[in-house]
């Protein structure tokens, strides 16, 4: 729960933005699929954040709209704020932000615009077809670690309710049509009353 | 439906002529600022529905291919989709619109529920309440990847090398906690070669 206390020098600055810019030509299958790569750098690596404040990140933004993605400047808007200030909680939020969008979306805007015109291409069709199984290897290894509260020792490992409710979420989602904003509404209620 | 000054789309091949197109990029902007305010969880059902059905900027089977390569790019999907449906209309600038209307305003509205939330954290039912939405979130991920993994039996890929691999990685990745760049180079390079040679029959 204890946030950490952190002195920021430009140089870890740099390195936050840098891993950012790293992840965003890594994030295959959406920036989702890197949370776990992400957990295992800002929390276990350098101690940037609590556990915590990382799986709290990721569920915030997950029940506001808009997309996945805003995760990021959470956790960067949480970085800055254990180092004290509002100011660089809000530096945070630009870095992560700019980060993990900037290599993605030129890199994106370019080979769209190319893949438009060589659909028929066989490397395209390869890479295409020769990705889908990792990238469904990352969105589930990333259900597992938020479900677990991070991997080997995670804090949720034995609150077995938790993982009844991640399980029937995953197939209730899968099977049904039902808008995702009630599975919301009722795992936020289902933990308000203390359930799970 | 009246002529339009409008320069012409870049994929122009597939469209008819009377389709509805964006005005502006203002339109645009507008238009995915709240296609993004609707999606809870995931905005891409949202576009689906407002694009194809409700605007009909373009076709399913438009929207499909945007999607599939959307999908397979780095970056957040639902971002390079809208950055692909704005260049369609406006190019360049019509990316960055499209871009810029599904981030900006959900941004602002998250920072202030993190702000609120800050306030409230140290409440149980708070901590709880979050807990519960954490677990459905993870739950929403595991589902979406389950989705994905229907269309592993149309893989040119066999379906138990598909298998085998999703489920190398998933130990990778969970268990073992190796590093993503390392699990792309092994087993996205792998996956490439063999869908590679698969096409070739």
Not at chain 1, 7 to 28: E, I, K, P, R, T
Not at chain 1, 157 to 179: E, F, G, K, Q
Request: hydrophobic content about 55%; overall charge positive.
């Amino acid at each position: 729960m204890n946030a950490p206390i952190l002195v920021f020098g430009w140089h870890d600055w740099l390195n936050l933005f840098a891993h950012f810019l790293m992840l965003s030509m890594m994030s295959l299958g959406g920036a989702i699929s890197t949370t776990s790569e992400m957990q295992r750098y800002l929390v276990e690596r350098q101690g940037w954040l609590s556990q915590t404040q990382f799986a709290d990140s990721v569920a915030l933004a997950q029940s506001s709209p808009g997309p996945n993605v805003l995760f990021v400047a959470l956790l960067g808007w949480n970085v800055g704020l254990n180092t004290g200030s509002m100011t660089a909680a809000l530096g945070g939020v630009v870095l992560s932000m700019i980060g993990i969008m900037l290599p993605s979306t030129v890199f994106t805007y370019q080979v769209a615009q190319w893949a438009q015109r060589n659909r028929q291409l066989r490397a395209v069709r390869a890479f295409k077809q020769g990705m889908a199984p990792l990238v469904i290897a990352m969105l589930l290894s990333t259900a597992w670690l938020l479900a677990t509260g991070g991997g080997k020792g995670g804090e949720h490992v034995d609150n077995w309710p938790l993982w009844l409710l991640t399980a029937v979420t995953a197939i209730i989602v899968w099977r049904t049509r039902l808008h995702l904003l009630w599975m919301l509404v009722a795992g936020a209620v289902l933990g308000a009353l203390g359930v799970v | 439906m009246s002529a339009s000054p409008l320069p012409a789309p870049p994929a122009s091949s597939t469209h008819e002529p009377d389709r509805p197109r964006p005005t502006s990029l203002t339109d645009l902007f507008v238009s995915f600022t709240l296609i993004a305010l609707q999606g809870f969880g995931g905005v891409l059902a949202v576009i689906q529905q407002q694009v194809v059905e409700r605007k009909r900027w373009m076709s399913n089977e438009e929207f499909i291919e945007e999607w599939s390569v959307a999908q397979i790019m780095p970056g957040p999907n639902v971002c390079n989709l809208a950055m692909m449906i704005g260049s369609r209309h406006f190019g360049l600038p019509g990316a960055m619109s499209a871009l810029a209307g599904i981030l900006t305003v959900p941004l602002i509205l998250v920072l202030c529920l993190a702000l609120v939330y800050a306030q409230f954290a140290s409440q149980p039912q708070v901590q709880g309440a979050l807990r519960g939405m954490a677990a459905v979130a993870a739950g929403l991920i595991a589902a979406t990847g389950l989705r994905m993994s229907v269309a592993l039996s149309k893989n040119v890929i066999p379906l138990a090398l598909c298998i085998a691999l999703a489920a190398t990685g998933f130990v990778l990745l969970a268990w073992i906690r190796a590093p993503l760049a390392l699990v792309i180079a092994l087993l996205g390079g792998l996956g490439c070669v063999l869908a590679w040679r698969g096409l070739k029959r």
